[in-house]
């Protein structure tokens, strides 16, 4: 069981009886102490990339929360992250090639649809291999 207690978030520590927490947690934990000091602009730089998908959707959660009253810059690979947000822009090669909501990425039927559709497609095919059949 995990032990975190925010009562001062900047020196606040976390341990799972003697061991120290899993990725998720320590995660949550460095959000909470961002959120704690209030800023206006958020800057997120792959922030669910290495979690489980339960613990991508807590922390995306946390985000939106974040993006209701504040400017929130999320850096992300896995385009589950940034669905939501209200503007994208997809860079290559260090440069800006597309920008707009996802569903204006997606009509456009150009780089960020292909990456789209090639997550999704490997999301699918993955759920398929584990279905088994009698």
Request: charged fraction near 25%.
């Amino acid at each position: 069981m995990a032990s975190c207690t925010l009562a001062s978030p900047s020196k606040t520590s976390c341990r799972v009886i003697g061991q120290l927490c899993i990725f998720s947690n320590k995660l949550r934990l460095a959000i909470a102490r961002v959120v704690y000091r209030d800023p206006e602009i958020y800057i997120f730089d792959e922030a669910t990339s290495f979690l489980d998908s339960y613990s991508e959707k807590r922390i995306q959660a946390s985000i939106e929360n974040l993006r209701q009253s504040k400017t929130v810059i999320a850096v992300a690979h896995r385009i589950s992250s940034i669905i939501n947000t209200d503007e994208i822009l997809v860079m290559k090669d260090g440069r800006i090639i597309e920008r707009g909501s996802h569903a204006e990425l997606l009509s456009k039927e150009g780089f960020y649809a292909g990456l789209y559709n090639h997550q999704h497609d490997i999301k699918h095919s993955k759920k398929e291999k584990n279905i088994v059949t009698s």
